[in-house]
Structure formats: C-alpha cells, structure tokens
C-alpha cells in the first residue's frame, strides 16, 4: 500500500496527474499549413482539450502533408494509421460522392446559406463514415472561391491557353470547359506552380492567394463567389471508442465549439485576405456581365452533371435546399 500512497501525495504535491492515470496521445494529420486558420483553429481545440481533460486525452497535429498527404488522409485515419484527420471535402467524392456538395459552382453563396448546406450534409457524411469507421468532429467552411488570373478577362475565350490550377473536379471541370489545360497543384505548392509558370490562372479564395502570396504573379483576382468549400475534421471511430466515456463527450464539445469559432475565422480571414490582395496590388473586383453569365452557364452544366452522377443523395440536399431558399 505504501508505495500507492506516495505516489498519491506525489501527484497531489506536484501538481503533476497521478501517475496511474493514462494518458492517451493522439496525432491528427492535415495538409495545409501551420499558419492556416483551420490548422490554428485544430491547435485551439487540441488545446482545449488537453485542458479540459488534465492532460489525459493529447492530440499532436502534423500539418502540410508531412505525416499523411491530404489526399490520403480519409483512407489513413479509417485504417487506423492516424487517429485523427482533416481534409478537404472534396478529395473524398470518388468513395463518398455526397461530399462534393459543397463545391458545386454557384449554389451556395454566403456563410449563411453554407451552413444551411452542411446542416442537410451532415447526416448523410455521418451515414458514410459509420460505414467506413469513422467519426466526424466538424467542418469548416474556406471563404469563397474567386478567380485569379495574371491578364484581364473579358469573356471565357480569354482562357484559352492558360494553365488553371485545380485542387478538385469543379475546378478542373471549368477548367475544361473554359478551354484551359488544367493542372493540379497541391495548396501548398501555389506560390511556386505560379514563379515557374506552370500556373496562369486558379479559382480559390483570397486566404489561399495570400498565404502563398499571389502578388506579382496574379493581377487580378475577380470575386466570383463561385463555391465554400469545406474542411472536415474526423477521428477513426475504434480509437474514438477506446477512450474513457468522459473524453469521448470532451472530444465532441470541443469538435463543437471548434466548429462554431472555425466559421466566425473564416469569415473574418476573408474580409482581411481581400484587403491584403488589394493592398499588395492586386486588381480585385467583379467580372463583367457576360463573363459572369457564361461561368454561370458552366456552373449549371456542372450541377447537372453532379445531379445526374450522385442520384438520389444529392436530391436529398438540394430539394430542402432550394425549398427553403425560396421561402
Ligand atoms: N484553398 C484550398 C481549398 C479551397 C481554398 O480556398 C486550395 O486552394 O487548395
């Protein structure tokens, strides 16, 4: 008995958590940046959480691709490699086609209407990861997409022969019907895919274009508020379901409260990111009329090539979509 009760004292003398306390460290693998708001709004919940828990439940994120690249990382954390992820919605469409809805050009064209968006998806991603063993935490939309090209554009001919980055299949749809050779650049490789030349143009937001900093290599960058794509963080259900039955309820406030301040960072990163573009000389505004009803033709020629190759999952978003937007 003695020795348990040292260690009590110690524990209690120290501070310190009694050593027979486990504690369970968990790593959370994304690919954007460290400085990136998501990744800084992950720092804050794996910080709460460490609070809240007294240090029993630790997540260590590894940002910019280097435990896991973004485009595996839903495969990684439902095998078991990483307990905890995050990426973008859309490098999951080929095994769970619904979570492409939120790049669907041109429905969605506000915070407000995004978050009726994920209200609809949510459900749906959560039937998916069940099935695949995996736990969502929350999503968290990028501000919108706009257009940033090193010319003016006048009209969709105006693409021919660029080369438009794309990170998703929207973007290399319209780069394909714009007539432009699309190229896939992974966030983090923006800055240099623009000083080679390997990229003349992209559609993503100004956060994006800021933190790889554009300037002087894009011109203009033309707010189309094509689409909000989002970021969703999970964790793999068997590790979920090891922890202790109080971590598990932290763990699903803290993805709460991670979700709520994540869309009041991104909104506020928006506004400041656009600034930033005008002040380090970027051209920023609207395109003209025509060029914005031709991209909006695409845009439909997308959804309805979504529509058709989702079924019915997508009616079950967008019918209580465009009902409510009609009210
Ligand atoms: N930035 C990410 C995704 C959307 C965005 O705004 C990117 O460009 O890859």
Not at 70 to 86: N, W
């Amino acid at each position: 008995m003695k020795h348990i009760w040292i260690a009590t004292a110690f524990a209690a003398a120290s501070g310190q958590p009694c050593l027979a306390q486990t504690t369970v460290q968990w790593q959370l693998a994304t690919g954007y940046r460290a400085e990136s708001f998501h990744t800084q709004n992950i720092e804050r919940m794996a910080a709460d959480l460490a609070r809240a828990s007294a240090g029993r439940l630790r997540i260590e994120v590894k940002p910019n691709n280097v435990l896991v690249k973004l485009a595996d990382i839903r495969q990684a954390v439902q095998d078991g490699k990483v307990q905890a992820g995050e990426t973008i919605m859309t490098s999951m469409v080929k095994e769970i086609p619904i979570a492409g809805a939120d790049a669907v050009p041109f429905v969605v064209g506000s915070y407000a209407d995004a978050r009726r968006m994920w209200t609809l998806q949510r459900p749906l991603i959560d039937q998916h990861f069940a099935a695949r063993g995996l736990q969502a935490l929350y999503a968290v939309p990028w501000p919108p997409q706009g257009l940033y090209t090193d010319t003016p554009v006048r009209t969709a001919a105006d693409f021919r022969g660029a080369r438009m980055r794309t990170y998703n299949q929207t973007t290399e749809r319209i780069a394909e019907l714009l007539g432009a050779t699309p190229v896939d650049v992974p966030m983090v490789e923006v800055n240099q895919a623009l000083a080679t030349g390997r990229i003349t143009s992209m559609i993503t937001s100004a956060v994006t274009g800021v933190e790889n900093q554009v300037w002087g290599r894009a011109k203009y960058y033309y707010e189309i508020n094509a689409w909000f794509p989002k970021n969703i963080v999970f964790v793999n259900r068997k590790a979920f379901e090891a922890l202790a039955p109080d971590l598990q309820q932290m763990l699903l406030a803290a993805g709460q409260e991670a979700e709520t301040r994540g869309w009041a960072m991104s909104q506020a990163a928006a506004a400041e990111a656009t600034n930033e573009l005008r002040s380090r000389g970027l051209q920023v505004g609207r395109v003209s009329p025509d060029f914005e009803a031709d991209l909006k033709r695409m845009g439909e020629k997308f959804s309805l090539e979504w529509v058709r190759s989702v079924g019915n999952e997508a009616n079950r978003i967008f019918v209580p979509y465009y009902v409510d937007s009609k009210r």
